[in-house]
């Protein structure tokens, strides 16, 4: 009996003629994350990818898989050759081992060549469990339930399936630049992009002296806790001192953040384009400060037509947190560090910024060298993941 890992694509099924490349992605997602233990194989078929163990233990190597998007789940199999003695003796000493009084049987036969049908099975191996243990059967509420999966290459039993993270495998979906701040919810919208598939790069917006260096390194532990969904991530930093004091030298404060993230979204738009990504992602939730009502976002968006994503528009700010907790980031994102919006937040921001009045604001200086001068001096750093288990 050989003892291996059956990984389950979920969504992926439905992606008819994409699902090849799905695979090879996910495949290569799962060997990367998977690069520090030795001696594992991967055979990579069109339903199931599976990770035979040898030496190695399982539970280290589970635990990484549930991370990974793309993977619905994730069971520890036990392969024989198709062979109804085999199958009951495998059967019964799987069920040995478990803890429990009564059981269940379940067969799924995809190798039609196989002469026994699936009902057939479950009568003849629930018999031969029953003789041979003190087990009762048991459908409705078993202690214990076996998976007899018979397919082409070989049956497969298992007792036990871990969930995955579902969504996407990474990568799938090209590449995104996420807008970074230190808070708490731009980390979430990077997980929940990323679950959808899609790679990240970050842009921060640094204003020092104003903003200090300890944010930065708040931000890369951020990013480090988010190695564990992409192993490799670039962060932009763009110095953002000059257009500011520009932006409170020239507006009225009251305008000053709705002018303030028109600028972030042009730089943004800048920077994706140069490096390729599709869409700029944000941790913007409706109605959660004045510069994200629908009336600002419809001003700050009008100076860029690239797909702008906010996974967390319509999230209440606590199931954000609940989000940060999973992915391990809420205790860093409320390090108290100042960020560039707090430093200079305004008493009265307007809610409902008019297009024709920000205009007039940013006609009294000349933005456009200061933005070529701000992405002319961008520091560029990667994150990368550390090597845990070695
Ligand atoms: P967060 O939203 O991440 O908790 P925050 O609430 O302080 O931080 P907001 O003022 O709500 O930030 O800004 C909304 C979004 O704008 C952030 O989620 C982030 O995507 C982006 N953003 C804000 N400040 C910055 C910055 N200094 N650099 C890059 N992006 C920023
Ligand atoms: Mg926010």
Same mark, same amino acid.
């Given at each position: 009996?050989?003892?291996?890992l059956m990984i389950?694509? #979920?969504?992926l ?18 060997k990367?994350?998977?690069k520090?233990?030795n001696n594992? %194989?991967?055979?990579v /078929?069109?339903?199931?990818?599976y990770?035979?163990?040898n ?6 190597i589970?635990?990484?898989?549930q ?5 619905k789940g994730?069971?520890?199999v !036990?392969?024989i ?7 009951? %003796? ?5 069920? %040995?081992?478990e803890?429990? @009084?009564t ?19 479950v ?9 041979n243990t003190?087990?009762?059967v ?12 018979i397919?082409?290459?070989?049956? !497969?039993l298992?007792?036990?399936t871990?969930? #995955? ?7 799938v979906g090209? @590449? ?5 701040s #230190? ?5 979430v ?6 679950k959808? #598939? ?6 921060h ?5 104003y903003? %200090?260096?300890g944010?930065?390194?708040?931000l890369e ?8 969904y992409q ?13 500011q ?5 020239n507006?009225?404060?009251s305008?000053?953040?709705t ?5 972030m ?5 800048a ?8 869409a700029?992602?944000n ?13 600002s ?5 009008a100076?860029?037509n ?6 967390l528009a ?10 940060a907790?999973?992915?391990?980031? !809420?205790?860093?994102?409320?390090r108290?560090y100042e ?12 809610t409902a910024?008019?297009i024709?009045?920000?205009?007039k ?5 000349? !933005?456009?060298? /200061?933005?070529v001068?701000a ?5 560029t @750093?990667?994150i ?5 288990? /070695?």
């Amino acid at each position: 009996m050989k003892q291996m890992l059956m990984i389950r694509f #979920g969504e992926l099924s439905t992606k008819g003629k994409n699902k090849k490349n799905f695979i090879a992605i996910l495949a290569r997602n799962i060997k990367n994350a998977l690069k520090e233990f030795n001696n594992l %194989q991967f055979n990579v /078929l069109y339903d199931h990818i599976y990770i035979i163990l040898n030496e190695n233990e399982c539970e280290p190597i589970i635990s990484i898989l549930q991370d990974i998007s793309g993977i619905k789940g994730i069971s520890l199999v !036990y392969k024989i050759d198709s062979d109804i003695d085999l199958i009951k %003796q495998a059967a019964l000493k799987i069920v %040995q081992n478990e803890l429990g @009084k009564t059981f269940k049987l379940n067969c799924k036969r995809s190798n039609k060549s196989f002469p026994i049908i699936s009902d057939q099975v479950v009568r003849l191996v629930a018999p031969y469990i029953l003789k041979n243990t003190n087990l009762k059967v048991d459908v409705h509420n078993p202690d214990i339930v076996l998976s007899i999966e018979i397919r082409q290459e070989g049956t !497969y039993l298992f007792t036990k399936t871990f969930a #995955g993270a579902g969504g996407y495998p990474l990568g799938v979906g090209g @590449k995104s630049l996420l807008m970074l701040s #230190g808070g708490i919810d731009s980390p979430v919208a990077a997980y929940l992009m990323m679950k959808r #598939g899609v790679s990240i790069e970050c842009i921060h917006f640094a204003s020092p002296p104003y903003t %200090q260096v300890g944010v930065i390194y708040k931000l890369e532990d951020l990013l480090d806790k988010l190695n564990k969904y992409q192993s490799k991530i670039v962060l932009h930093i763009v110095p953002f001192t000059k257009l500011q004091e520009a932006i409170y030298a020239n507006s009225n404060e009251s305008y000053a953040i709705t002018i303030m993230r028109r600028m972030m979204y042009r730089l943004s738009e800048a920077l994706a384009k140069k490096r390729n990504c599709l869409a700029i992602v944000n941790g913007e939730s409706i109605g959660q400060v004045a510069s994200q009502t629908l009336v600002s976002m419809n001003t700050i968006n009008a100076v860029t037509n690239m797909p702008i994503i906010r996974p967390l528009a319509i999230f209440d700010k606590t199931d954000i947190i609940d989000l940060a907790r999973k992915i391990d980031t !809420y205790e860093i994102s409320i390090r108290p560090y100042e960020d560039c919006c707090t430093i200079f937040t305004p008493k009265n921001p307007k809610t409902a910024p008019k297009i024709e009045d920000v205009e007039k604001y940013e006609k009294k200086f000349d !933005y456009q060298s /200061l933005i070529v001068e701000a992405l002319n001096n961008i520091e560029t @750093k990667i994150i990368e993941k550390k090597d845990e288990y /070695l």
